[in-house]
């Protein structure tokens, strides 16, 4: 029997193959798809080379090579249905998010292979890409920017960053209207307060000292800030998936889905978690 370590078989089967394409001509898998799935989930989380997948442990009756798992992840990378099975669970469950606050921040992941959005960076001292993630009140992850070069800082162009992560989350069924959103003092910049302004989302910047004496009277709410580990949490969680920690990836297809598989894992455990409490 194929070992399923990240999923069980039946979340795998209920919640996200039905988001996933099957080959209606042409190349037909001869194996479980959801065998598939799981294959792509236990790289996710242990890192593996693809050559070094234990198809063996993975599979049942019929046993697929590594070709064929990495055939079907970078398929569903080019067709963007990580992305939109993720959206589709959250708009499933988006009774259960908290929105009465969220959060934002960047996080660059060092590239050790180099490719798409790659450039070297000086604090880390390597190649990175960086992408902006935002997170609701529990640390569920809800949206990412596009990956940008990593020697671009958070704020660069900023407008255009929060615009991506807003179309997400409508893509979710989710409204940014009135929403409340902490961010670092990284974030401190007229261009970020605007651009949150212009989805009718309310910021709550940590002052950054560096900017001397704010122009304005800018909005801070220190006890609502106090929150912001919320995403720090959500970072640790993220790294926990190897895939993610470095990236090897060379294509921005694929460091996208292996994101949004992430999210998925990440917020199908907790739904699954608070109905077994309910």
Known sequence: MPKYTVLDKDTIKNEM???LSVAKRG???????????????????????WHQLPVKHLFGDVVLSWNAVYHHFRKWCRLGEWQSMF????????????????????????????GECVEYQGRKKRKTTNSLYFCDRQGLP????????????????????VDELAAQLRKCGLSTEGLFNNADAG?????????????????????????????????FD??????????????????????????FDTTVSSWKGWNYLAFAVVFLKKIHKSQKFK
């Open 27 to 49: 190349y037909v898998s001869q194996g479980s798809l959801i065998e598939v799935v799981n294959a792509i989930l236990h790289k996710l989380k242990s890192g593996c080379q």
């Open 222 to 247: 220190d006890e609502l800030y106090k929150e912001r580990f919320v995403i720090e949490r959500t970072n640790a969680w993220m790294d926990g998936f190897r895939s993610i920690l470095i990236r």
């Open 87 to 114: 959206a589709a669970l959250v708009r499933k469950y988006k009774d259960r998010l908290d929105m009465s606050v969220t959060h934002i921040d960047g996080s660059h992941t060092p590239a050790l292979k180099g």
């Open 187 to 219: 974030f401190d910049a007229k261009s970020f307060r605007a651009a949150l302004e212009s989805h009718e989302i309310i910021a709550n910047v940590c002052p950054n000292p560096r900017n001397g004496e704010p122009a304005e009277d800018y909005l």
């Open 17 to 19: 193959m039905p988001y």
């Open 142 to 161: 809800l949206a990412m920017s596009e990956p940008q070069k990593g020697n671009h800082a958070d704020l660069y162009e900023i407008e255009q960053r």
